[in-house]
């Protein structure tokens, strides 16, 4: 299991709506709307794609805990 987190200045820049990734085969996705569940390759494949540019951009391990203490300091101020 990984702990990672996308800072707010981050890039890329994601949409606020939230998803779980299911393998590479199903999606569900989280919508003003209601909950949205997809297994049609092609859209799954955009969920994929967005997944990995958020895991790019995350920090982890030493990096992640860095950034915990960084914010930490600052709101501590």
């Known amino acids: 299991m990984e702990l990672s987190i996308v800072a ?6 994601m949409p606020l709506a939230g998803f779980a990734r299911y393998d590479s085969e199903f999606v569900v996705a ?3 709307a209601g909950e949205q569940r997809t297994d049609d390759p092609d859209q799954v494949a955009i969920y994929v ?3 990995e540019a958020l895991r790019a951009a995350a920090a982890t391990g030493p990096d992640a805990v860095a950034l915990v203490q960084h914010v ?3 709101l501590r101020g």
């Open 30 to 32: 989280e919508s003003l």
């Open 8 to 13: 707010l200045d981050a890039r890329p820049v």
């Open 72 to 74: 930490a300091a600052r």
């Open 49 to 51: 794609k967005s997944f």
